[in-house]
């Protein structure tokens, strides 16, 4: 009688055992699918996120209306690169005119000075805009200061995340290359 009742109890654990493992693997199928449509919805989102931050990107640069917010700064060749924390510092570029307010290396050869670009321009000349795979590459000449020195301002746009590289050179000194990225005018 004891052997018989151990039996019992044992194929009615099994059974009951085995129903709730049916259940539990039937529930993390269920989960594992609503995962990967999770996953799925996310990177769709993302995507999105990419494609609008793109549009919105090449609206601002062909209109010409952009304003570059450094956080580096590094002289070219092989400077040494520095954080900007001063949030004053910035390249305003606005119907056809150009306002800026930069740190700057100037000096072909050490020792260079370190020297504050603040000055407006009416206009700039040979503005150029190319599209390329990665974004935009935006480049012109503006004349600072009323001297016969131009500056040429290069700016290599990454139309996917709103980063940039400006590069300001002449024929004086050795040219300073920023980091950034591209905001709309408020």
């Known amino acids: 009688m004891k052997r018989l009742f151990i039996i019992a109890m044992c194929t009615l654990t099994c059974t009951l055992c085995g129903a709730f493992a049916t259940e539990a693997f039937a529930q993390s199928a269920n989960q594992k699918d609503l995962k990967s449509y999770n996953q799925e919805q996310r990177a769709q989102r993302r995507a999105q996120r990419l494609a609008d931050m ?5 609206s601002l640069v062909q209109s010409r209306n952009f304003e570059f917010n450094p956080q580096t700064i590094q002289q070219q060749p092989a400077g040494n690169m520095q954080f900007i924390t001063n949030t004053v510092y910035t390249v305003t570029l606005w119907r056809g005119s150009l306002d800026v307010c930069l740190p700057y290396y100037a000096g072909y050869v050490p020792p260079y000075k370190y020297v504050l670009l603040n ?10 805009e190319q599209k390329t795979q990665e974004g935009w590459i935006v480049s012109f000449k503006a004349n ?5 020195i131009d500056y040429t ?13 400006l590069t300001i050179s002449n024929s004086w000194y050795s040219p300073v290359q920023y980091t950034g990225t591209i905001t709309k005018i408020y």
Request: overall charge negative; hydrophobic content about 35%.
């Open 54 to 58: 793109e549009k919105y990107i090449d």
């Open 119 to 128: 000055t407006g321009v009416p206009n700039v000349s040979n503005y150029n």
């Open 144 to 148: 600072l200061y009323a001297t016969a």
């Open 153 to 165: 301002f290069t700016f290599e746009i990454d139309a996917r995340y709103g980063s940039a590289t």
